[in-house]
């Protein structure tokens, strides 16, 4: 057994070392600051064997996308190759998220497959980067990368590259992050070469099958305490202009497996908030296991512990071509604010772990220049429901020093402090020049969950949903992040 | 040359344009798509390859504004595969600014090698129903830049040595919202290059390459001799031109095209500098659609016996400052290109050149009121419909005759879609097709007349129109009039209609809405108080012309039946010219 932890360290430290490869090398704001990937190495199944994510969403959709992957080229996979997808209809989420794989072979034989997942600055669409708050269909939002070869036997398939780059506006960011994906794929098969070399190909599949047995029985163990619930619960995702989308839920538990059943929720809608059955399971599993989520490595043990059910064309389980770009930002965190409701029951204990706030990506206006790299401008973070510090769903991204988005990034915060509500308020002066800008303030329960207001002297302009935009050089963008804590622990 | 060899190089030019030709009806009768298989939106033509330039050496008639902007693409693609070009590939493009015109436009082309090296190119121009992007059906107003116009598809090969390379073909069909189409339609087009390879491989292997490249050679010579021998013919001297894009559908009006035509003995140079900027809406011209427009009107200047190949344009040279609407700079929107802007640069050619040799010019253009629907078939797949009917019409006159028939010059080779397979194929109904009158341009010889052309949809659609040719209509040459204005009505019902002003975008109409083109007739060509008043009377018989209409354009008095009144309309017409009114 401890011979088993000792290789499967080794294993999960060349997934780490992935990770760093990529937090180093990656040119983009997104990877390198917003740490907007994840990484893991799979098997040929597949499984994960190990993952790292910053970010909750990740969870199952590296294995998704890999299985699309890997169902796609069955019989076209050989050393060397580097197949991606990025497609929110193969595996996916949000589009502009692409899944790199890298088939490792040892001795001739298929045995492993790192693999990156992460989001790219921009991939065309109506508009530059990630966020299209209004689009209804997923190629408003970005072009579709279903599977292809990005190498085969070691060659670059420059085609293939030029595609991808030429349906970019960040055309030299998006290459920059490639390579250093690349890179971070082939380190890790060297990395797992020397592993099989030193440890033999069965100690590594057979610790593999021991962590994930150990991530199974932890996480059975810790979700066993809901066995014999069945709670039904609903809630809405409130958009500006519309309807609320209603998400149904069923949740049950036994023998320490989760089963969320979301029969009965809204059809899909013309709007992004639809989100992929891959993706909302994710969703689900967090919100579950949230509190041992750093304590557990995460493998296909602890995703073995969730089931999900969904009706093809709903919200949770949309068909193609339904645009799915706010699912991260808005119904993901429904999603888990309902799961841990319903967990919750009557007992307490349970802190909340969503909490969705404004977001605005910024960009020169569209056409002044080809090369026009999306700015998402985050310089401040909700108060999570648990008190102080960003809801869990806000990931690991880091908060952007007010140094470097002056020095660097041409935006000059004026203030940023927690305001007597408790909430987080920032102003920022754009001096980046005249810009455009995508920007949502999520709804909820009727209110805005925070606020974002374009302020040009005595005039103020709220950015509730916006698309294309102008910003003016020099004009001001008032943030206020919300705080979801019901009580804090200061003089506020 | 001898006489032997004169007739050999015909034979091998006929043998290439027949290949092209039956390309042509391999794509027509295999396409999936009613833009293909009915309208015939699509040209096929063949090049040869030296190893550093590809010539165009064979075509198909088919759409003609395809045929010179197939050129710069297949010179694009080789370079982008230079050191990897293999027997049996096929290679895809649609980059504006690789060699393509707008998006929509694809196309393939296959090399056929011979003695292990890529010699003759076939290839496939076509306009697909979609390319992806943010607006269904490949034109979108709204466009600012190339990615809003769609899918940008630099060269990529989607056949490797002879095998579906597929993770590349589902890539592009996966990024259409008609995969149902383009799937097919581009098999269809992928199938053609195949026929033509095994043909053009059959050639070669009768008369051998060096006969082959010999009697291509002397084709060309031949038409450049022809082209030459017809600039020749035009007086030495300069004339400069202008006409305007009505807008861009972005704020621009009124949009200036520049050209300067400059003829010295058989050399022809159109300089179009002092052109507007490039703008911010999708009317910019990249440099192959505005090669293509410039050729289109070349040739409307030249024999219709001139065999289309390389040495047609050898003659003429073409300056189009970078920057420029007609030469813009990534990453600005192109989307339509090949109707707005690409109409105003083969007039505004055709104007200069007419201020040097007026009886060789005339027969513009097609300033299309471009309309497109779309909706749902009942099994929930899309479609989209160019109303190619509506497109109908427009022709101008020319030196001899009067402006006729349903399509504009331009878009010869593509057919009007029978009305029939039009309502088979969409949840439509064509209520009216019909010439109206007084919408041309009066002349010794006058425009095609006017047409209305009625569409009804029986499904819920959204439709988006981009108005062209409503202020700068098509011009008359020689002193004839202007043709008529474009309409567009987007009608829900009876009581209640919109009429488009510039642009309306993704309007929806409900089952049985109607989309009502009025499409403006072409320009005249000579002074209209000189047509024989006896032709006018014919017009207004024929309803192309009203009675009123005979007399403010032409000065021809008609009495309430009809008869001409022979004495009035003489004094009118001197009346008139006495005055100058």
Same mark, same amino acid.
């Given at each position: ?164 780059? /030429? ?29 099989? @070399? ?79 059955? &891959? ?17 557990? =490595?995460?493998?296909? +043990? ?22 799915? +770009? ?24 349970? =802190? ?6 404004? $977001? ?25 429901? $648990?008190? &102080? ?26 203030? @940023? ?76 | ?124 121009? !076509? ?23 769609? #899918? ?26 008609? =995969?149902? &189409? ?12 195949? #026929? ?100 289109? !009107? ?21 300056? !189009? ?123 010794? &010889? ?67 809405? @109607? ?5 403006? +007739?072409?320009?005249?060509? +000579? ?13 207004? /018989? ?40």
């Amino acid at each position: 057994m401890i011979r088993s932890q000792v290789v499967y360290s080794r294993l999960a430290a060349i997934v780490r070392e992935m990770s760093d490869t990529v937090a180093r090398t990656a040119r983009s704001k997104g990877l390198a600051e917003g740490r907007r990937y994840a990484v893991a190495a799979l098997t040929g199944a597949p499984r994960i064997a190990a993952q790292v994510q910053f970010d909750a969403s990740h969870s199952y959709l590296i294995r998704a996308s890999a299985a699309a992957l890997i169902d796609y080229f069955a019989f076209d996979l050989a050393d060397g190759d580097i197949v991606v997808v990025g497609d929110p209809y193969s595996g996916g989420s949000t589009p502009q998220v692409l899944t790199f794989l890298a088939p490792f072979f040892h001795e001739g034989e298929l045995v492993l497959f790192p693999a990156i997942r992460a989001e790219l600055a921009d991939l065309a669409g109506e508009y530059p980067g990630t966020l299209h708050p209004t689009a209804s269909e997923t190629w408003q939002e970005a072009i579709r990368v279903t599977p292809v070869k990005l190498y085969r036997n070691g060659v670059l398939q420059r085609d293939i590259l030029r595609f991808l780059l /030429r349906n970019s506006r960040a055309a030299d960011l998006v290459r920059s992050d490639i390579e250093a994906i690349v890179s971070a794929l082939r380190a890790a098969g060297r990395n797992l070469d020397t592993l099989l @070399r030193d440890r033999g190909r069965q100690a590594v599949e057979g610790a593999i099958d021991d962590a994930i047995d150990h991530g199974r029985r932890l996480v059975g163990t810790y979700l066993s305490r809901w066995n014999g619930m069945e709670r039904a619960g609903a809630t809405t995702i409130e958009r500006i202009g519309s309807n609320p989308i209603a998400l149904k839920l069923r949740l049950s538990a036994e023998g320490g497996t989760l089963l969320a059943d979301f029969v009965g929720s809204n059809p899909q809608v013309a709007e992004p908030y639809n989100i992929t059955r &891959w993706h909302v399971r994710g969703y689900v599993l967090v919100a579950a296991v949230a509190e041992m989520l750093d304590d557990v =490595a995460l493998n296909d +043990g602890v995703l073995d512990r969730l089931e999900v059910r969904a009706e093809r064309g709903s919200i949770v389980d949309p068909i193609l071509p339904s645009a799915t +770009g706010l699912s991260d930002l808005v119904t993901g965190h429904a999603v888990a604010g309902l799961v841990r409701a319903m967990l919750q029951g009557d007992g307490d204990g349970m =802190a909340p772990i969503d909490g969705p706030a404004p $977001a605005i990506v910024l960009f020169a206006p569209i056409g002044s220049r080809e090369d026009n790299p999306p700015f998402a401008l985050d310089p401040g973070f909700a108060i999570s429901g $648990a008190g &102080w510090g960003s809801p869990v769903l806000a990931g690991h991204r880091l908060l952007p020093s007010a140094e470097i988005l002056e020095a660097r990034d041409g935006f000059e915060v004026l203030f @940023r402090e927690r305001s007597p509500m408790g909430a987080i308020d920032v102003l920022v002066r754009n001096r980046r020049g005249d810009l455009e800008a995508a920007a949502i303030v999520p709804q909820r329960s009727g209110h805005a969950c925070g606020a974002l207001v374009l302020v040009e002297g005595d005039r103020e302009t709220p950015l509730d949903c916006v698309t294309g935009g102008p910003i003016p050089d020099g004009a001001l963008l008032r943030f206020t992040y919300p705080r979801y804590a019901g009580d804090l622990d200061d003089e506020t | 040359m001898t006489k032997r060899d004169l007739i050999l190089s015909q034979i091998i030019g006929g043998s290439l344009n027949t290949i092209a030709d039956e390309m042509s009806a391999t794509v027509t009768r295999t396409a999936r798509s009613p833009v293909f298989n009915e309208a015939h939106d699509f040209t096929t033509a063949i090049f040869e390859f030296d190893g550093q330039k590809s010539r165009l050496v064979a075509q198909s008639p088919g759409c003609t504004l395809h045929l010179y902007a197939v050129v710069m693409a297949v010179d694009r693609a080789i370079e982008a595969f230079k050191y990897d070009l293999q027997p049996g590939d096929v290679i895809l493009a649609s980059d504006p600014y690789d060699g393509g015109t707008h998006i929509p436009d694809l196309v393939v082309i296959a090399p056929v090698f011979h003695d292990r090296k890529p010699v003759l190119f076939p290839a496939v121009r !076509a306009h697909m129903g979609d390319v992806g992007g943010p607006v269904a059906g490949g034109y979108n107003p709204h466009a600012r830049d190339i990615w809003q116009d769609g #899918l940008v598809m630099p060269p990529l090969k989607i056949v490797s040595r002879g095998e579906r390379r597929r993770d590349a073909f589902d890539l592009i069909v996966g990024n259409n919202r008609l =995969a149902h &189409w383009v799937q097919g339609d581009l098999e269809s087009m992928i199938g053609a290059c195949g #026929l033509a390879s095994r043909r053009i491989g059959e050639l070669l292997d009768r008369y051998t390459l060096p006969v082959v490249r010999k009697a291509l050679q002397s084709n060309i010579d031949y038409a450049e001799k022809r082209v030459r021998a017809e600039i020749a013919s035009w007086p030495d001297g300069e004339f400069s031109a202008e006409t305007f894009v009505d807008h861009d559908y972005a704020g621009g009006r009124d949009i200036r095209i520049a050209c300067k035509a400059i003829v010295k003995g058989s050399d022809l140079t159109l300089d179009f500098t002092g052109t507007a900027p490039q703008v911010q809406g999708f009317i910019n011209s990249p440099i192959a659609n505005t090669l293509s427009f410039v050729f289109l !009107a070349v040739a409307g200047c030249c024999d219709e016996d001139i065999p289309i190949n390389e040495g047609y344009m050898a003659p003429v040279k073409v300056i !189009a400052p970078e920057g420029t609407v007609v030469n813009p700079r990534r990453p600005a929107p192109v989307g339509n290109c090949t109707c707005v802007s690409g109409a105003e640069i083969a007039e505004v050619v055709l104007l200069a050149i007419g201020g040097l040799a007026p009886q060789r010019v005339g027969v513009n253009c097609h300033k299309n009121p471009l309309a497109f629907s779309f909706g749902n078939y009942a099994d929930g797949r899309m479609w989209v419909q160019l109303n190619f009917l509506g497109f109908t019409g427009g022709a101008g006159a020319a030196y001899g005759t009067d402006g006729w028939g349903l399509y504009a010059p331009l878009m010869t080779g593509v057919t009007t879609p029978s009305i029939e397979m039009t309502e088979i194929q969409y949840p439509s109904r064509i209520v009216k097709h019909e010439y109206i009158p007084d919408r041309t341009g009066p002349g010794y &010889w006058r425009g095609a007349p006017g047409l209305e052309t009625v569409v009804e949809h029986l499904t819920e659609t959204r439709n988006s129109v981009m108005m062209d040719g409503v202020r700068n209509t098509s011009r008359g040459y020689a002193g004839g009039g202007d043709g008529g204005a474009n309409r567009v009505l987007l009608r829900d019902d009876e009581e209640s209609a919109v009429e488009v002003p510039e642009a309306a975008f993704q309007h929806r109409l409900p089952p049985r809405g @109607r989309l009502e083109t009025i499409r403006g +007739g072409g320009g005249g060509w +000579g002074d209209a108080l000189d047509r024989p008043a006896e032709r006018v009377r014919e017009d207004v /018989r024929d309803g192309y012309v009203s009675r009123e209409g005979a007399l403010r354009d032409y000065g021809v008095v008609l009495d309430e039946q009809g008869a001409l009144v022979s004495d009035a309309t003489k004094r009118e017409r001197e009346r008139r010219r006495a005055t100058g009114t």
